[in-house]
């Protein structure tokens, strides 16, 4: 079992800027992607941005150039700064961890962060 504890969000102006963290603990293991997505009121929830274990990233085309996922895994953990915010980023946001074992993989969610972009 993983858990996972987000942290960061907040309420920001249009053009402001915003780092959330996830913790992972319990069953972590070497090979594992962790990311962000999001859902506003009303829509879906939607991938904003993953970086896998060897670093390769994917980011929402709304959002490149404007955020940057890290993890840190000595640490277990993954950040999202999130730079020249819009209030169309208004969203909860939630972190996932996949845990690739040989041809299963386990997907965990976290408990969201609002995030709020309004001036």
């Given amino acids: 079992q993983v858990q996972l504890v987000e942290s960061g969000g907040g309420l920001v102006q ?18 594992y992607t962790m990311g962000w997505y999001r859902q506003a009121p009303g829509k879906q929830r939607e991938l904003v941005a993953t970086i896998t274990s060897g670093g390769s990233t ?3 085309d709304s ?28 969203a909860v946001y939630y972190c996932r961890f996949d845990k690739h074992l040989r041809t ?13 972009v309004s001036s």
Avoid: H
């Fill in 58 to 60: 994917v980011y929402e």
């Fill in 104 to 116: 299963t993989t386990y997907t965990y969610w976290g408990q969201g962060t609002q995030v709020t």
């Fill in 63 to 90: 959002v490149k150039g404007r955020f940057t996922i890290s993890r840190d895994d000595a640490k277990n953990t993954v950040d999202l700064q999130m730079n020249s915010l819009k209030p169309e980023d208004t």
């Fill in 14 to 31: 249009p053009g402001g800027s915003l780092r959330l963290s996830c913790a992972a603990s319990g069953s972590i293991f070497s090979i």
